[in-house]
């Protein structure tokens, strides 16, 4: 394996390297993301009232929702055909689906609000701000990945730093109340739609219409890959609500507070496998570039798993004296973090392989065997069963991961 860089001229010489450049990248800007996802809400909570701010999450939350079940997969497909296809027929093509069918799911989320969530019924007022919000969202969205295709990850940080305009937007819109906030975020949106397209445009490609051939061709890989991201999604939204159900709302804000500071260790392998993907995707040497992509992982999860487990008491503290009864919850998915990596690795395997069926059956076993394990092991350990179930589900997984990139890569 190759060594992670030691000194600054090493860590110099690894940018210039695209697997490393990308991954650096996508970890800051994920970094960035979290950072000023936090200041966001705590700002808002001091500033607005506390009905507002729940409201507003809703709203925030429920666009979310609608941008993930609108991706169709497109989102993988840019990365995977961006080297052989005409990028802007590519780019075109995915934006004009995904765009199409989240107006649908808007529209159709704003006519039956009062059904599905009686409490944002006030949705109905500013339907038009909250399709445009939604529509620039998608668009941003998918701009970033061809960025991170193209191999210019900086921009996609750039782009995080656009995202953190809502900062400056958020305090003068106070008087808007809920609106105010949900209006910060999504004007923060269209700020950086605007950039990201002039930057799109600087690259060399341009939005250009409906392609039906790359549309047909590319079915399959983004179908796979939709099933399977909302197979992976479908456990980080449902757990919580599993904890809440059995445990108690005590148990299930330790539970959130846990999972959202491993959450950090978890980007390190994510943000790899996405660079891996790429490189796969360029016709780069993949058995290389999967033993780098391992060495970086853990050279970088090793000691933040250490670091962790030193302050994480006192990061917990820092949240609130109630939350360090979590510590060993957050050691316990510390540890998992090991073992998420290899699924992770094969995962991006299987995309640039075109391994579809192996990449949705991997990740169906992930969902059963995770929420059926986690639902096991709470009657019986408590909080602390969930993180058994996340050890337990991606250490069988790794297991048959490595056993698997032994024979292929090693022997």
Known sequence: MHAFPKSPIELKTYLVDPLYRNTFFIIITSISSAGFGFIFWMLAARFYPQEDVGVATALISSM?????????????????????????????????????FGLVLGVL??????????????????????????????VTAFIGAAFVALRKSEF?????????????????????????????????????????????????IHLSGLDQEFLLDSFRFSAGNYISGLLIAAPSTILPILVLNILGAEQAAQYFIAYAIVMFLFLIPTS?????????SHGEALKRNVLKSLAGIFALLVPAVVG???FGEYILGLIGPDYVAGLELVKVLAISSFFFSFSEVFIAIKKVQYGLKSLIVISA?????????SYALMLQFGILGVGYAWILTYASIGIVVVLSMARRYVL
């Open 64 to 100: 979310g929702m609608l941008i993930l079940l609108s991706k169709l997969g497109f989102d993988q497909s840019i990365i995977r055909f961006f080297p052989t296809r005409d990028k802007s027929r590519v780019l075109g093509t995915a934006i004009t689906v995904t765009t199409l």
């Open 109 to 138: 989320f704003i006519a039956t609000v009062d059904i599905w969530s009686p409490g944002l019924h006030q949705v109905k007022d500013y339907a038009l701000l909250y399709i445009a919000f939604l529509i620039a969202n998608s």
């Open 156 to 204: 996609y940080f750039l782009q995080s730093l656009l995202f953190g305009s809502r900062l400056l937007i958020l305090i003068p819109l106070v008087f808007l109340g809920a609106l105010g906030i949900f209006s910060s975020l999504g004007l923060s949106f269209i700020i950086a739609l605007i950039v990201s397209v002039f930057l799109l445009y600087r690259s060399g």
């Open 272 to 280: 790899f496998t996405t660079s891996l993907f790429v490189e796969g």
């Open 308 to 310: 962790l487990f030193v």
């Open 365 to 373: 076993i992930i969902f059963i065997l995770l929420l059926g394990s």
